[in-house]
């Protein structure tokens, strides 16, 4: 497969987290508005991208056995080359996102990649695959959570747009409306995507 | 703390501020085991066993390691592999001397690795600078709330099997409406607690 392809996969073949349902939890936690979903998925592009190269040039050294702890150790430390790097550079965003900025370490998405990609394929493909993914990721989570912070706070990106009466719906912003809109926009995808596929079918035949 | 103190403070973490349903940690396991109900009870029992060793080990190795060698930045790299080790070390124990044990929880036990309710509850017994006891007692009702929304989660998955939905929404989309609700209801318990 050529780079391109293995870019380009990332955006819709197996775009996280709706084609690829992993990494959830920050998914589900930090789209309360745009900015954090953005913010969230760079982040997690940064050590997607950092880590594949890492696990795709040291592929022949690690023996298979102790991969996944090996894996774990490689992620985890761009993980903190990134915690360290918010601390100093976007306090703000740091500390919205909290916790789960040490938690990226345990997004299913990169070890995943890093199994099911990086560990069998060489540096460049391995970097396109986690570019694509990382995009993917990211865009993903910023349509998240403009949707959210549109519905439940009526701003778009901080700024309000909604006349002055308006009453947010707050519960899209809250725990339990964080589960309905990504079962919602899972369903929209599945609707979407099995279309493409009839079209695709009956252009076949 | 007085046992008042402690009461609410358990309540809290069961209901009113649930791990899965309020702070989304452990979501994927969540949505993967939770099709059936005796996976869900496998990965709730392993779970339980797990945080509470989990919680006081990373807190030992924080304040007797990491804080005297002044290197609380490795803290992420710390825990997460006291966390491998301890899971794998778990393995092998029960699969020496409680097998019946080890064979009802054995395929759940690696998958807890990635759990990130494990590494969130042990960061956030740092973050919140809970003493050992606390430590204890957040990590066990930490893992009971969890245990909670995972079976009756399953519980409520399990009907979906004899129920006819639209094509898009099946499988994990109407999972996570579900989940939604659920977490509705558990927010109903704040007035327990107050001041939320």
Redesign the interface.
């Known amino acids: 497969m050529s780079i391109t392809r293995e870019f380009t996969k990332g955006l819709w073949e197996i775009l996280p987290p709706f084609r690829l ?5 920050p998914t ?2 930090v789209t309360t508005s745009a900015e954090n979903g953005m913010g969230m998925g760079l982040a997690t592009t940064f050590v997607l991208v950092c880590s594949n190269l890492l696990v795709s040039l040291l592929r022949k050294i690690i023996p298979s056995k102790v991969r ?2 090996a894996y ?2 490689i992620i ?2 761009f ?2 080359i990134v ?2 790097m918010m601390q100093a550079y976007a306090f703000p965003l740091y500390q919205a996102l909290g ?1 789960f900025i ?2 990226i ?4 998405i990169i ?1 995943g990649r890093a199994e099911a990609f990086a560990g069998k394929n060489g540096p460049v493909a391995s970097i396109a695959d986690g570019l694509g993914v990382g995009i993917g990721f990211t865009i993903s989570l910023a349509v998240l959570g403009a949707f959210r912070e549109l519905i439940g706070s009526g701003t778009v990106w901080g700024n309000s747009v909604f006349w002055e009466s308006f009453e947010p719906f707050t519960f899209m912003v ?7 809109a ?3 926009f ?3 995808i ?2 979407i995507s ?1 279309k493409l596929d009839d079209r695709k079918r009956r252009a076949q035949s | 703390m007085s046992f008042g103190d402690y009461m609410l403070f358990i309540v809290s973490a069961i209901l009113v501020n649930n791990i899965l349903l309020a702070k989304f940690l452990g979501n994927c396991p969540f949505l993967g085991v939770s099709k059936r109900m005796d996976t869900a009870t496998g990965m709730s029992m392993a779970v339980i066993f797990v945080m509470v060793m989990a919680g006081m080990i990373t807190w030992l190795v924080q304040y007797y390691i990491l804080v005297p060698l002044n290197i609380e930045y490795l803290q992420t790299i710390a825990f997460i592999l006291v966390i491998a080790a301890l899971v794998q070390l778990v393995e092998i124990v029960m699969a020496k001397s409680l097998p019946a044990l080890y064979r009802a929880l054995g395929i759940f036990l690696p998958l807890i690795t990635t759990n990130c309710a494990v590494l969130g509850v042990a960061i956030i017994n740092i973050n919140e600078e809970f003493d050992f006891v606390d430590t204890l007692v957040f990590s066990l009702a930490s893992a009971v709330g969890y245990s909670l929304a995972l079976i009756l989660f399953a519980g409520i998955r399990e009907r979906f099997m004899l129920t006819k939905m639209p094509k898009a929404f099946q499988g994990t989309s109407i999972g996570l409406v579900v989940a939604g609700f659920l977490a509705l209801a558990f927010s109903g318990f704040s007035g327990l607690v107050g001041g939320h």
């Not at chain 1, 349902?21 to 939890?25: A, Q």
């Not at chain 1, 370490?105 to 299913?108: A, T």
């Open positions: 349902v992993l990494g959830l939890c589900l936690a996944i702890a774990v150790v985890a430390s993980v903190v915690e360290l916790i040490p938690l370490v345990v997004n299913c070890l809250r725990a339990p409306g964080a589960f309905v990504l079962g919602l899972l369903a929209a599945n609707l099995s």
